[in-house]
């Protein structure tokens, strides 16, 4: 029962009862725990603060109750979590956005308005490769699902049912939560009668009046939804910055005083509409944005932004590059001013800092409205990158004549994985070991990822493909690791002992994801530790038991969706609890040096620092510097070391 009293206790806001049984009934139905045994091990919950109120049920008697309120009677009464205004979510996963992520990506391509493949799946009723789509939405980072069906020719409510019922089927896609998205309100009613868990409206607004807006706002409270709000009223959409905020001020002071609808469950669309029309009126789009954002930000506590972001380059349909530039430009500073979710193609986002360098400056040029004449300049230049695949500095084939090491940095920033095998065999020949290929070259990229994805420079589906070129690198490079140990063993040169410490690495529970993990464990063992790795879905207690189990000297714990913080939280609460020293690390997409500052370390109670890494990669670093002894001279040297 602790580990659940004490994970009540770390959230609840509300004071805490907890009356057990005097243990389990023996054969006779009869209970045989004593009262002195059972005083012991309640009264703990009282001095541990994680109750207000103890008491006994089945098999207690006066004689229990007494020994209860003896060992309970000098803890201080337990103080209530203070509550944190979050705005949760839910698929089959708990989704969290808290202070800790900079952004929330929202996958668009199931949305049949927006993605003529997906509108032809759906219009010839091939809903098993529909679903495919949603599916690699979300393996490429997409943290939420937009799904819409309007759409002239469909029962457009028949088909949101139908789709929203194939995807609670589909585990690895409805793990993410739903943002049902219609103009028709017949028919976001209809998917919130089927969705699971706590979904998204996308979207209501005041432009049938207060009375209609309240209406359906009363009806998204019912079925437990959060909203978006579009900057729209009885006068129209806004399109300046002050319209924008009046609008949203508005409908901000509708919800919460009428309805007393959670704030942190508004979310905002200041609206994002097309620049570079060669309409002068739409010069100043993006800045009333921005500006908006900014202010709704500051003066509506407790709400979000967000946007449909190919909006912005609707005027360069056909010319990708140009798109993807202006998205990832437009995020970077939108982000900058609190926009924290946004409906993108989670598989299609340029590098922000690897945007060809012209292409970077005409399209912030338009996009700031810095100059009279960007939208011509920015034409001008666009023709140059039409039939390209990206904006990148480097979309023609000249990174390949660069030495071995830059291409396999490039090719993990960039996400390639065409020529990542023979790249990879080729600095295995040129370097003196496999593992110096990993420590190297591919650490360096990882790094510069971690760096960038920090800066908000690169995104988590960036970043998730980022990883699986690395994982297919490090999976080349493997045989020939293990090759070269049984060698070496062979001949004497490396025992089979371990002798630069013990690591026990987990994925926390909640989470599935392992390819950091999986990295981190081969690097730390070609460096002469021992690694313990207890996989995925790790509850706390696990954690706990099994360093405990093989006396490790570190613990390592990895998580890339939102929940893996509370979890790692979790763990550190468990082990302060202990009593014993072990170094204690995270790293993943989610994490902070906030997060670590302010909620794991001080969960530890045995003086030991919880240490915090941007990346996989650095983490191998850290271990050296905390619990090594004989790490490679990269590692020991600090190469690929920077803890915060």
């Known amino acids: 029962m602790?580990?659940?009293a004490a994970e009540i206790s770390r959230i609840a806001d509300t004071n805490i009862c907890i009356y057990p049984n005097a243990g389990l009934p023996n054969e006779f139905g009869e209970y045989d725990q004593l009262a002195d045994e059972m005083a012991v091990i309640v009264g703990e919950f009282a001095t541990s603060g994680l109750v207000n109120i103890l008491g006994g049920c089945c098999g207690t008697t006066p004689e229990h109750i007494s020994a209860i309120a003896e060992a309970a009677g000098k803890a201080a009464p337990r103080t209530p979590a203070k509550p944190e205004q979050h705005l949760r979510l839910s698929g089959l996963e708990p989704f969290t956005l808290s202070s800790e992520i900079r952004f929330v990506n929202v996958g668009e391509r199931t949305n049949v308005t927006g993605s003529a493949r997906f509108k032809k799946l759906i219009s010839e009723g091939d809903y098993d490769t529909a679903l495919d789509v949603a599916r690699q939405q979300v393996e490429n980072g997409a943290q939420i699902i937009d799904i819409n069906m309007d759409e002239g020719m469909l029962d457009s409510e028949a088909a949101m049912v139908r789709f929203l019922n194939l995807v609670a089927t589909e585990p690895d896609i409805a793990r993410v939560p739903v943002m049902i998205d219609s103009s028709k309100w017949s028919v976001i009613e209809a998917g919130l009668k089927c969705v699971q868990g706590k979904a998204v409206v996308n979207s209501i607004s005041l432009k049938e009046g207060a009375e209609n807006f309240l209406e359906q706002a009363r009806l998204c409270q019912r079925y437990g939804a959060a909203v978006i709000v579009m900057a729209f009223d009885e006068e129209g959409q806004a399109d300046t910055a002050a319209r924008k905020f009046e609008i949203c001020k508005r409908s901000y002071d509708l919800l919460t005083e009428e309805l007393d609808f959670p704030p942190e469950d508004i979310i905002f669309d200041p609206n994002i509409f097309a620049v570079a029309t060669g309409i002068s009126e739409h010069d100043n789009y993006a800045v009333d944005f921005i500006e908006a954002t900014a202010r709704i930000r500051k003066e509506l506590p407790g709400a979000h932004v967000s946007g449909g972001v190919s909006n912005i380059s609707f005027s360069f349909r056909g010319n990708e590059p140009v798109r993807e530039a202006m998205h990832s430009a437009f995020l970077y500073h939108a982000i900058?001013?609190?926009?924290?979710?946004?409906?993108?193609n989670a598989g299609q986002l340029a590098i922000y800092e690897d945007i060809e360098p012209s292409l970077k400056e005409a399209v912030e040029d338009v996009l700031l409205n810095r100059r009279p004449d960007g939208t011509d300049k920015l034409l001008e230049i666009a023709?140059?990158?039409?039939?390209?695949?990206?904006?990148?500095k480097e979309q023609d084939t000249a990174w390949r004549e660069t030495p071995v090491e830059a291409r396999l940095s490039h090719a993990l920033i960039n996400g390639i994985t065409d020529f990542i095998e023979d790249d990879t065999e080729e600095a295995r020949l040129k370097l003196p070991r496999p593992l110096n290929v990993i420590e190297g070259p591919l650490m360096d990229g990882m790094n510069t990822v971690?760096?960038?994805?920090?800066?908000?420079?690169?995104?988590?589906?960036q970043v998730v493909k980022s990883a699986r070129v690395m994982k297919r690198a490090v999976a080349y490079?493997?045989?020939?690791?293990?090759?070269?140990?049984?060698?070496m063993q062979a001949s004497g040169a490396e025992t089979v002992a371990r002798n630069n410490g013990k690591v026990l690495m987990a994925t926390v529970k909640g989470d599935v994801h392992d390819i950091g993990k999986?990295?981190?464990g081969v690097v730390l063992q070609c460096n002469n530790f021992d690694v313990v790795d207890m996989g995925v879905m790790v509850p706390a207690a696990d954690i706990i038991s099994k360093a405990v189990e093989e006396q490790v000297d570190m613990i390592g714990l990895s998580?890339?969706?939102?929940?893996?913080?509370d979890e790692m939280c979790h763990v550190a609460a468990r082990e302060g609890g202990q009593g014993f020293k072990i170094s204690f690390?995270?790293?993943?997409?989610?994490?902070?040096?906030?997060?670590?500052?302010v909620k794991n370390q001080p969960a530890l109670q045995g003086g030991q620092k919880f240490n915090f890494t941007f990346s996989a990669a650095r983490w191998c670093g850290l271990a050296v510097f905390l619990v090594g002894r004989t790490g490679s001279r990269a590692l020991q040297n600090g190469k690929n070391f920077r803890s915060d």
């Open 2 to 4: 602790r580990p659940y």
């Open 336 to 344: 900058s001013k609190g926009m924290d979710m946004g409906i993108v």
């Open 383 to 392: 023709e140059e990158f039409r039939g390209q695949k990206g904006a990148s």
């Open 450 to 461: 971690g760096d960038l994805f920090g800066e908000g420079k690169m995104f988590l589906p």
């Open 477 to 487: 490079l493997e045989p020939f690791m293990e090759a070269e140990k049984a060698e």
């Open 518 to 520: 999986n990295i981190v």
């Open 559 to 565: 998580g890339l969706i939102t929940p893996s913080l």
């Open 585 to 597: 690390a995270d790293w993943g997409a989610t994490t902070s040096k906030v997060h670590t500052a």
